[in-house]
């Protein structure tokens, strides 16, 4: 029989297991079950993979997926600016308390009043395009040419959210041994050369966390933007699984569908979580 001592530990954590397995994945599991079911005149009947094979064949949601790679491959981008604006504001450069501040400002905003601001902005005789044009530059159609669309949603996205990761790099460098800086700097060691030897390999685990939340992010909080800035167009161009997943819900009536996409979504995130942990920890291994 355990003594009350070793079950003291499994009775402090059942409460957020509980919540945990009642609010995460019970639901989770219903969803990639109800994806099996069919829609209208099937409803509720068991379809097997046919949601799946008409997912995969939709072209919107194959572009969808294609956005994703984009945002992967985006991905070192998004982290590396707070990244490097966290060094600068740990080196202490001049102002660094009001550059802390001014880069945080963006993460309070809504997404919504953040889509309106630069659709104001970017709008193909706003001024942006004004300032270009002063210069021998554009105009350029920065929500309506399919192939600059996208891009600039990612870029406002990470304007918008970069905030926040720089908070958690900042927390980083709280627990960075500052004697590393010093022996770099009597080595002779310029800042790429600290950066890459010193502080990149002493926060392996704080850029592990930031690559996984800001992936997920790009990933399931772009809804707001994509509405506003795009509403998925022009000619689908700006359509994430998220956004599919709305449309099929919310208009198209298709909660099967949609659940079929939630579950691509899910195994899309876990699989490329995965994949950046195990990248990283053979780099920090490497260092």
């Known amino acids: 029989m355990l003594r009350p001592e070793r079950l003291a530990p499994y009775v402090l954590v059942a409460p957020a297991v509980l919540i945990i397995v009642a609010l995460r994945l019970w639901p989770l599991l219903l969803g990639v079950n109800f994806s099996f079911t069919g829609d209208g005149k099937n409803n509720g009947a068991a379809v097997g993979w046919a949601n799946y094979l008409e997912l995969f064949e939709d072209p919107l949601f194959l572009g969808a997926l294609r956005n994703v790679g984009l945002l992967v491959l985006l991905l070192p981008v998004a982290v590396a600016i707070p990244g490097l604006l966290a060094t600068f504001i740990y080196l202490r450069v001049p102002g660094h308390r009001v550059f802390r501040s001014v880069y945080f400002f963006p993460a309070v905003l809504s997404p919504v ?4 601001i630069f659709n104001l902005m970017l709008a193909f005789d706003g001024p942006l395009n004004t300032v270009l044009g002063t210069i021998g530059i554009g105009p350029i159609d920065w929500l309506g040419d399919p192939d600059v669309a996208m891009f600039t949603v990612v870029g406002v996205q990470i304007w918008a959210t970069f905030g926040m990761a720089l908070v958690v790099f900042l927390a980083g460098f709280a627990t960075l041994d500052s004697a590393l800086l010093d022996a770099a700097r009597m080595d002779g060691a310029t800042l790429p050369q600290t950066i890459w030897h010193v502080i990149i390999p002493s926060l392996s685990r704080t850029i592990q966390f930031v690559f996984v939340t800001t992936m997920i992010g790009m990933l399931t909080s772009m809804f707001g933007l ?5 509403s998925g167009g022009p000619e689908g ?7 599919y997943i709305w449309i099929q819900q919310g208009q198209m009536n298709r909660p099967a569908l949609a659940s079929a996409a939630s579950t691509v979504l899910f195994l899309i995130m876990l699989v490329v979580g995965l994949l950046q942990i195990s990248v990283l920890r053979r780099a920090g291994r490497e260092d």
């Open 237 to 243: 161009s700006t359509y994430l699984p998220e956004y």
């Open 226 to 230: 994509l509405y506003v800035m795009t």
């Open 113 to 116: 009043i953040v889509g309106a």
